[in-house]
């Protein structure tokens, strides 16, 4: 099963690499990760969107509880909870096609950021199955080009992840 | 509190440090990026520094010092060469838990990331076999990087810390103020168990018909062997102790049946398979233990394991009741409870099933024209009196030295379990001969393994370090030629030992004395030669072995503890 977990790091060098070492050395998956500083700056947040039964789930909560660095680990995906991720995608925008793209950005509330003659970036924002989905929409032969950040999840209402 | 307010440089700094936690020896081989600590170790007479011939055994001695005696050892080394050739000592101690701060030079900072002479990423490299490391970068954070390290590696579920220090943070300068004690948000390891699950635990080993105690290094690592007799004689069911928890609980008692595992006794492995509770403590399942899991799940038991390790319960096997805690807290507490209860377990029934595998006597083996290897450890044992610190390599005798020197006290039988690194034995005797200046250190292996770390002789003819070497010698890397017969239609591919060195000579060129034995009926003499009249001598006895002698019982790879195969059966 899909998991998404949360991770509280110290802010240290080489930090990051301890939690990604991890899960190549004991055959975890990352499906993605994304990581940035929080409002103290001496903390890192992490998330992880992982995949695996519900032993191998433990067990990676417990190791990444055993690194040193690691302050806090949720696993978000256990209760309610809000997932995001950011896509930038350009795509070709030319004659007939210019049009078409422009509604299916507008379809799925992403934003053109940039504009040329013959492209768009657009920006999107959503769970990582709506980033798929707007993929889906668009024919494949107009995508110049994806980016994206992973997912971003926080806990609903009242479950705060914090030291 | 202990303040200076000269300045001193980072590498005063880190000696005195050392001192600071007590450390009495150091052992390691200097180079380039270590100069100034090794001009700092020059100056002073606290800390005392051995000089291995090769930094894979400077972590063993170290490693061996550390297991023998509830210390944290302590190994220094400099940078790329001298860090990568570590790697294998600190993977060893990760692998059995053991406490070690490993120092490490390093390129100048200024140098890291341009390919510099003798640089290697050495936080990236043992990043996987630590239990923790650190690059410094600053004069200022070595003192508190310091007590750290020893605080990590020694708390919790013990480990080697790395401290990486490059050469210009050594030369630098600031105030010196060593911390009292460390506080971090990130690091609280448990201490008391759940108390609930304690309880709950008890109720469990009170309605058990057919019992089991299981425990690992664990309660080596945590001292708490004298609470596990206590515990084991209040409830009178049979133990087990793996091959990392020998002498956890008295080898000579009738409650212990012997080693479990791969290479255990039968009884122990049918009264790990058959039980109906089983407490395990301070181990972790491990497939050298249980086998096949899937085997070992398919017979319900109720299972309940203590460890200080969240992530060792629940990895292998479903455990009923998980209690997360410092083994001897947790055990105190389980003896007070049970000292409340009244109720008394009749389990007479299951000791007349164990007696019955008992009874099959699987350890027993045929004398020969030639030597037999168990028949070595048992005279070593007899002539010790079962209280040597015994170190081993890997291999064969390694299983023979576990199987038939009864460990009655915990912290006498040195071995790398996990990691199983060949070459160990030697400097692992070092560690221990000087952390036990007042006890036998002998040291079992093969002429396989004696060679993986062979150089050290020198080192121990120049600390005087009286270890007796037993070189069970089969012309054959034993273990390996055991699996080929078994597994691989008898094709010894590269197991056969060519070119030997003549051992004695060998020995007596390092100046030690040397001594070989070919005859059954010559084997108590030359041990009494090593250990009585040449008490305080290096003796290097190589013991000509029955060579194709195979350790058995055996459970093959990938099989269940119940499929074992007996020496008999062949």
Same mark, same amino acid.
């Given at each position: 099963?899909?998991?998404?977990?949360?991770?509280?790091?110290?802010?240290?060098?080489?930090?990051?690499?301890?939690?990604?070492?991890?899960?190549?050395?004991?055959?975890?998956?990352?499906?993605?990760?994304?990581?940035?500083?929080?409002?103290?700056?001496?903390?890192?947040?992490?998330?992880?969107?992982?995949?695996?039964?519900?032993?191998?789930?433990?067990?990676?909560?417990?190791?990444?509880?055993?690194?040193?660095?690691?302050?806090?680990?949720?696993?978000?995906?256990?209760?309610?909870?809000?997932?995001?991720?950011?896509?930038?995608?350009?795509?070709?925008?030319?004659?007939?096609?210019?049009?078409?793209?422009?509604?299916?950005?507008?379809?799925?509330?992403?934003?053109?950021?940039?504009?040329?003659?013959?492209?768009?970036?657009?920006?999107?924002?959503?769970?990582?199955?709506?980033?798929?989905?707007?993929?889906?929409?668009?024919?494949?032969?107009?995508?110049?080009?994806?980016?994206?950040?992973?997912?971003?999840?926080?806990?609903?209402?009242?479950?705060?992840?914090?030291? | 509190?202990?303040?200076?307010?000269?300045?001193?440089?980072?590498?005063?700094?880190?000696?005195?440090?050392?001192?600071?936690?007590?450390?009495?020896?150091?052992?390691?081989?200097?180079?380039?990026?270590?100069?100034?600590?090794?001009?700092?170790?020059?100056?002073?007479? /606290?800390?005392?520094?051995?000089?291995?011939?090769?930094?894979?055994?400077?972590?063993?001695?170290?490693?061996?010092?550390?297991?023998?005696?509830?210390?944290?050892?302590?190994?220094?080394?400099?940078?790329? $060469?001298?860090?990568?050739?570590?790697?294998?000592?600190?993977?060893?101690?990760?692998?059995?838990?053991?406490?070690?701060?490993?120092?490490?030079?390093?390129?100048?900072?200024?140098?890291?990331?341009?390919?510099?002479?003798?640089?290697?990423?050495?936080?990236?490299?043992?990043? $996987?076999?630590?239990?923790?490391?650190?690059?410094? +970068?600053?004069?200022?954070?070595?003192?508190?990087?310091?007590?750290?390290?020893?605080?990590?590696?020694?708390?919790?579920?013990?480990?080697?810390?790395? !401290?990486?220090?490059? /050469?210009?943070?050594?030369?630098?300068?600031? +105030?010196?103020?060593?911390?009292?004690?460390?506080?971090?948000? =990130?690091?609280? @390891?448990?201490?008391?168990?759940?108390?609930?699950?304690?309880?709950?635990?008890?109720?469990?080993?009170?309605?058990?018909?057919?019992?089991?105690?299981?425990?690992?290094?664990?309660?080596?690592?945590?001292?708490?062997?004298?609470?596990?007799?206590?515990?084991?004689?209040?409830?009178?069911?049979?133990?087990?102790?793996?091959?990392?928890?020998?002498?956890?609980?008295?080898?000579?008692?009738?409650?212990?049946?012997?080693?479990?595992?791969?290479?255990?006794?039968?009884?122990?492995?049918?009264?790990?398979?058959?039980?109906?509770?089983?407490?395990?403590?301070?181990?972790?399942?491990?497939?050298?233990?249980?086998?096949?899991?899937?085997?070992?799940?398919?017979?319900?038991?109720?299972?309940?394991?203590?460890?200080?390790?969240?992530?060792?319960? =629940?990895?292998?096997?479903?455990?009923?009741?998980?209690?997360?805690?410092?083994? @001897?807290?947790?055990?105190?507490?389980?003896?007070?409870?049970?000292?409340?209860?009244?109720? +008394?377990?009749?389990?007479?029934?299951?000791?007349?099933?164990?007696?019955?595998?008992?009874?099959?006597?699987?350890? +027993?083996?045929?004398?020969?024209?030639?030597?037999?290897?168990?028949?070595?450890?048992?005279?070593?044992?007899?002539?010790?009196?079962?209280?040597?610190?015994?170190?081993?390599?890997?291999?064969?005798?390694?299983?023979?030295?576990?199987?038939?020197?009864?460990?009655?006290? @915990?912290?006498?039988?040195?071995?790398?379990?996990?990691?199983?690194?060949?070459?160990?034995?030697?400097?692992?005797?070092?560690?221990?001969?000087?952390?036990?200046?007042?006890?036998?250190?002998?040291?079992?292996?093969?002429?396989?393994?004696?060679?993986?770390?062979?150089?050290?002789?020198?080192?121990?003819?120049?600390?005087?370090?009286?270890?007796?070497?037993?070189?069970?010698?089969?012309?054959?890397?034993?273990?390996?030629?055991?699996?080929?017969?078994?597994?691989?239609?008898?094709?010894?591919?590269? =197991?056969?030992?060519? =070119?030997?060195?003549?051992?004695?000579?060998?020995?007596?060129?390092?100046?030690?004395?040397?001594?070989?034995?070919?005859? @059954?009926?010559?084997?108590?003499?030359?041990?009494?030669?090593?250990?009585?009249?040449?008490?305080?001598?290096?003796?290097?006895?190589?013991?000509?072995?029955?060579?194709?002698?195979? !350790?058995?019982?055996?459970?093959?790879?990938?099989?269940?503890?119940?499929?074992?195969?007996?020496?008999?059966?062949?």
């Amino acid at each position: 099963m899909r998991h998404i977990i949360s991770i509280l790091l110290e802010n240290e060098a080489g930090a990051l690499s301890r939690v990604a070492g991890l899960f190549s050395a004991r055959g975890y998956n990352i499906e993605t990760l994304t990581v940035a500083p929080t409002e103290d700056s001496s903390l890192s947040r992490l998330t992880i969107v992982t995949s695996g039964s519900d032993e191998v789930i433990e067990q990676i909560t417990k190791q990444l509880n055993k690194l040193i660095d690691v302050v806090k680990v949720v696993d978000l995906s256990e209760a309610a909870h809000i997932e995001r991720e950011l896509m930038l995608i350009k795509v070709r925008a030319s004659g007939k096609d210019r049009e078409e793209v422009k509604r299916m950005a507008d379809i799925f509330r992403g934003r053109i950021i940039d504009v040329t003659e013959s492209n768009y970036v657009i920006e999107l924002t959503g769970s990582g199955s709506k980033l798929d989905a707007f993929i889906q929409a668009i024919d494949a032969d107009l995508i110049l080009e994806t980016v994206r950040t992973g997912v971003s999840g926080i806990g609903r209402g009242d479950r705060i992840l914090k030291v | 509190m202990m303040t200076t307010m000269t300045m001193m440089t980072g590498a005063e700094i880190v000696i005195r440090c050392l001192q600071e936690e007590k450390v009495e020896y150091v052992f390691g081989y200097p180079g380039g990026a270590v100069l100034h600590l090794y001009d700092e170790l020059f100056k002073q007479d /606290k800390v005392k520094h051995v000089l291995v011939r090769h930094e894979q055994a400077a972590v063993h001695a170290a490693d061996g010092l550390a297991r023998s005696s509830h210390k944290v050892g302590v190994a220094l080394v400099t940078s790329g $060469p001298g860090a990568t050739n570590a790697v294998t000592g600190i993977a060893t101690a990760y692998m059995d838990s053991i406490p070690l701060v490993i120092i490490t030079g390093q390129v100048p900072s200024y140098y890291i990331g341009q390919d510099a002479f003798q640089e290697c990423d050495t936080v990236g490299i043992t990043r $996987p076999c630590v239990k923790h490391n650190f690059l410094v +970068k600053d004069v200022r954070d070595i003192a508190m990087t310091m007590k750290k390290a020893f605080y990590i590696a020694s708390s919790g579920r013990p480990g080697p810390v790395v !401290v990486d220090i490059p /050469k210009d943070i050594t030369a630098a300068k600031c +105030k010196f103020d060593y911390p009292q004690s460390v506080q971090m948000r =990130s690091y609280n @390891p448990v201490v008391k168990g759940h108390l609930g699950q304690i309880k709950k635990a008890v109720q469990l080993l009170l309605g058990a018909k057919r019992p089991m105690i299981y425990t690992g290094g664990g309660v080596i690592l945590s001292n708490a062997a004298e609470q596990l007799a206590t515990l084991t004689r209040r409830l009178g069911f049979p133990i087990t102790n793996t091959l990392m928890g020998l002498g956890a609980y008295p080898a000579t008692d009738a409650q212990f049946l012997g080693m479990p595992g791969m290479h255990g006794t039968l009884e122990a492995n049918m009264a790990m398979q058959n039980c109906d509770v089983l407490l395990a403590i301070g181990a972790r399942f491990d497939d050298r233990v249980i086998g096949n899991p899937e085997n070992f799940a398919s017979l319900p038991r109720k299972i309940i394991h203590v460890d200080i390790d969240p992530s060792s319960i =629940s990895k292998r096997v479903r455990v009923d009741v998980p209690i997360v805690g410092n083994v @001897p807290d947790v055990l105190d507490e389980m003896i007070k409870l049970l000292e409340a209860e009244h109720a +008394k377990t009749d389990i007479a029934d299951w000791w007349k099933e164990i007696d019955g595998w008992r009874s099959k006597q699987c350890m +027993k083996y045929t004398m020969k024209d030639v030597i037999m290897p168990q028949f070595v450890i048992e005279k070593l044992w007899e002539l010790t009196e079962g209280n040597a610190i015994v170190t081993s390599d890997v291999g064969q005798h390694q299983m023979w030295a576990a199987q038939y020197y009864k460990f009655d006290q @915990p912290r006498r039988w040195l071995n790398s379990g996990g990691l199983g690194t060949m070459g160990v034995g030697l400097p692992y005797a070092m560690g221990a001969a000087l952390a036990n200046p007042d006890k036998q250190i002998a040291c079992v292996t093969g002429e396989g393994s004696i060679q993986m770390c062979i150089q050290e002789l020198s080192t121990a003819k120049q600390f005087r370090l009286p270890i007796k070497i037993i070189n069970l010698n089969n012309r054959y890397l034993g273990m390996v030629r055991q699996w080929q017969e078994m597994f691989h239609g008898s094709r010894y591919a590269e =197991s056969y030992m060519d =070119s030997l060195p003549d051992f004695v000579k060998l020995a007596e060129a390092y100046g030690h004395v040397g001594i070989r034995v070919e005859r @059954p009926e010559d084997v108590e003499g030359a041990l009494k030669r090593a250990f009585v009249d040449h008490k305080d001598d290096l003796v290097f006895l190589d013991i000509l072995t029955d060579r194709e002698a195979n !350790v058995f019982p055996m459970v093959a790879a990938g099989k269940g503890l119940s499929e074992m195969i007996l020496a008999e059966d062949l």
